[in-house]
Nanobody, 124 residues
Framework: QVQLIESGGGLVQAGGSLRLSCAASGLTFSVYAMGWFRQVPGKEREFVAAISRVSGGSTAYSVSVKGRFTISRDNAKNMVYLQMNSLKPEDTALYYC????????????????WGRGTQVTVSS
């Protein structure tokens, strides 16, 4: 059974930082590209960042987070991370970790597995 479990969310003031973690199990982690998405109630799920199969490999970011967020992975630990700096109130959302056997440009519909999310709230 595949599980993706996110952690690290919370309440932070604008300008602050958070580091999200996603622990993967039940899959061959190194054959999956990993992504982070976020969703606000009433809006569609939004792509945040993705990283290729290899630790230190290719990455992709949404325009809204590029330069502030950094995605990374540790294949030895089956973990993927999202370091979020200079947080803004508009970053408030439920953040999801996801896995796909394609590439970092996969759309949300092409992801095979999803976590349940971790809430990030940024106060102004």
């Amino acid at each position: 059974q595949v599980q993706l479990i996110e952690s690290g969310g919370g309440l932070v003031q604008a300008g602050g930082s958070l580091r999200l973690s996603c622990a993967a199990s039940g899959l061959t982690f190194s054959v999956y590209a990993m992504g982070w998405f976020r969703q606000v109630p009433g809006k569609e799920r939004e792509f945040v960042a993705a990283i290729s199969r290899v630790s230190g490999g290719s990455t992709a970011y949404s325009v809204s987070v590029k330069g502030r967020f950094t995605i990374s992975r540790d294949n030895a630990k089956n973990m993927v991370y999202l370091q979020m700096n200079s947080l803004k109130p508009e970053d408030t959302a439920l953040y999801y970790c996801a896995a796909n056997r394609g590439n970092i440009y996969a759309t949300s519909g092409e992801y095979d597995y999803w976590g349940r999310g971790t809430q990030v709230t940024v106060s102004s």
